[in-house]
C-alpha cells in the first residue's frame, strides 16, 4: 500500500446465492475504487455461520463468491480478493472490539432485530455480535470507504462510533471509514413483494432474481413481479414495485427514470417487464460466461485465494499489532 493511498473495503457472505441486489447495490461499485484505492474485497464465511449452514453448500458457496467476484470485473492483481475465515486476525480484533461495544448498541440494530424474528429457533450470540465482527473487518484495514447496500449503512455507523470510542482511549489507532452507496440500486427490493429488500436466504426464489439464473427464468420472474392495477411506467409514492423495476432497469442501461418514462409511453406493463428482464439476462450473460470459465478452475481459485489470504494477513496483522500494544498484551518478538 502506498503511503497516502487511500483503502476501500467490503465484503459479501457466502450465505446463499447472490441477487441482482448484492450485484448492484454492492459489488458493482467496488471496482470503480480499483485504480485509485488499496482494495480489499472479502467472503465474509465467519458471517455467514451466524445463520445456521450446511457445510459442503457453504464451501461450494465460498468458490462461487469469489468466481463471482472475478467474473463482475475484480482484478485479483489490482485488489485483494480473499476469504475471512483464512485471516485470523478478523476474529481477534473482533473478541477485543466487543470489549469496547455496548450492548444497548447491538440491540438497536435492525438486520438484528429482523434476523432474530426470522430465526427465533436460534438466536445466537453470533447474530448478536456480527456488527462487531463486521467493524473489525473494516479497521483491521485502516479503511477509509466501505461501498455497501443501504441495508449495511447502520454497521458502518456503529463501525464508526466503535473506532472513534476506541481512539478517545488510545488515540490514532483507527482510521474511521465513510459508508459510500450507489445513487441508484443501493436497496433493490424483492420482486414479490416490493416494500421488503430483495435477499438471497429469501425461500421465496421468485422473489429474487440471482446473477446466475439463466435467461428465461429472468424474464420470467420479472414477468411475475408484483406491481399494481395501474398502467402507466411512471416513478411515484405508492408504485413500489415499478419503482424497483424502473430502478432495476436504469441501472442496467444508464437511462434516467423520464427518459424510461418515455420509453414506455402508452405501453402496457408486459412490455415493460419483458424489457427489464432482456436488458438484465444480456448484462448477466457475460458474467455468468466469466464464472464458469473460473470454476472450472479450481485450482487457480485455490490459489487466488491464498494469494489474498497473504496479502490481507500482512496488512491486518499490523493493525492487530498496533491495537494489542496498544491494550497492554505483551508481546514476544
Ligand atoms: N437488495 C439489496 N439491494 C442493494 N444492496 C444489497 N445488498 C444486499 N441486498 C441488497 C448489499 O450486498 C452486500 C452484501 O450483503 P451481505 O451478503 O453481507 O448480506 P446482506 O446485506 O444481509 O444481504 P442479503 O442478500 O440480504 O443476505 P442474507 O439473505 O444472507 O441476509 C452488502 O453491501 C449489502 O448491503
Known sequence: MLQDQKVSFSGVQPSGNLTIGNYLGAIRNFSTFSEQYKCFYCVVDSHAITVRQVPADLRRRTYETLALYMACGLDPEKNTLYVQSQVS??????????????????????????????????????????????????????TDVVPVGIDQKQHVELCRDIA??????????????????????KKIMSLADPTKKMSKSDENTNAVVYILDDKDTIIRKFKR???????????????????????IYSCYTGKE??????????????????????AC????????????????????????????????????RKTLSKVQRKLGFVQLK
Open 89 to 142: 486476525a478478523h476474529a481477534e480484533l473482533a473478541w477485543m472490539l466487543n470489549c469496547f461495544t455496548m450492548f444497548g448498541e447491538l440491540s438497536r440494530m435492525t438486520q438484528f432485530k429482523d434476523k432474530s424474528a426470522k430465526h427465533a429457533d436460534n438466536i445466537n450470540a453470533g447474530l448478536f455480535t456480527y456488527p462487531v465482527l463486521m467493524a473489525a473487518d473494516i479497521l483491521l484495514y485502516q
Open 164 to 185: 472513534t470510542r476506541f481512539n478517545a482511549l488510545y488515540p490514532d489507532t483507527f482510521t474511521i471509514p465513510e459508508p459510500i452507496m450507489a445513487s441508484s440500486g
Open 281 to 316: 439476462a444480456d448484462a448477466l450473460a457475460p458474467v455468468q460466461a466469466r464464472f464458469r470459465e473460473l470454476m472450472a478452475d479450481k485450482a487457480y481459485l485455490e490459489e487466488m485465494m491464498k494469494k489474498g489470504a497473504a496479502e490481507a494477513s500482512y496488512y491486518a
Open 225 to 247: 413481479a408484483v406491481t399494481d392495477s395501474d398502467t402507466v411506467v411512471r416513478y411515484a409514492e405508492g408504485k413500489d414495485g415499478i419503482n424497483n423495476l424502473m430502478t
Open 257 to 278: 427514470f423520464d427518459e424510461i418514462e418515455r420509453e414506455f409511453d402508452g405501453r402496457g406493463y408486459g412490455d415493460f417487464k419483458l424489457a427489464v428482464g432482456e
